[in-house]
Nanobody, 126 residues
Framework: QVQLVESGGGLVQPGGSLRLSCVAS????????IGWFRQAPGKEREEVSC????????NSAASVKGRFTISKDIAENTVSLQMHSLKLEDAAVYYC???????????????????WGKGTQVTVST
């Protein structure tokens, strides 16, 4: 059974950092691209970052470039999202999702993603 479980969310002040993790079961992460997405209350889901199946190609939305880093630990079957310099507008529920079996690319659009986790809440507040 394919499953993705996110963790690491919490409450942080503006300028702070969090590290989110996405643990997969039922499949190997080195066979699939993985994406992180987020959705704030009253807003549409938006893409954050993605990583290719081999872990060597990443891409991030302009809004988080230079602040967020996505990485894949194949041995642990985990994808992490390291977030620095968090802003109020980063507050959202963050989801990881399984994408296509692209070895050296990934796409920042949810149309390419199938299995989704249930999300982890990130709150940025003073």
């Amino acid at each position: 059974q394919v499953q993705l479980v996110e963790s690491g969310g919490g409450l942080v002040q503006p300028g702070g950092s969090l590290r989110l993790s996405c643990v997969a079961s039922g499949f190997r992460m080195d066979s699939y691209s993985i994406g992180w997405f987020r959705q704030a209350p009253g807003k549409e889901r938006e893409e954050v970052s993605c990583v290719s199946s081999n872990g060597e190609y990443t891409n991030s939305a302009a809004s988080v470039k230079g602040r967020f880093t996505i990485s894949k630990d194949i041995a642990e079957n985990t994808v992490s999202l390291q977030m620095h310099s968090l802003k109020l507008e980063d507050a959202a529920v963050y989801y990881c999702a399984r994408g296509p079996t692209w070895a050296a690319m990934c796409r920042l659009h949810d149309i390419f993603y199938g299995a989704w986790g249930k999300g982890t809440q990130v709150t940025v507040s003073t």
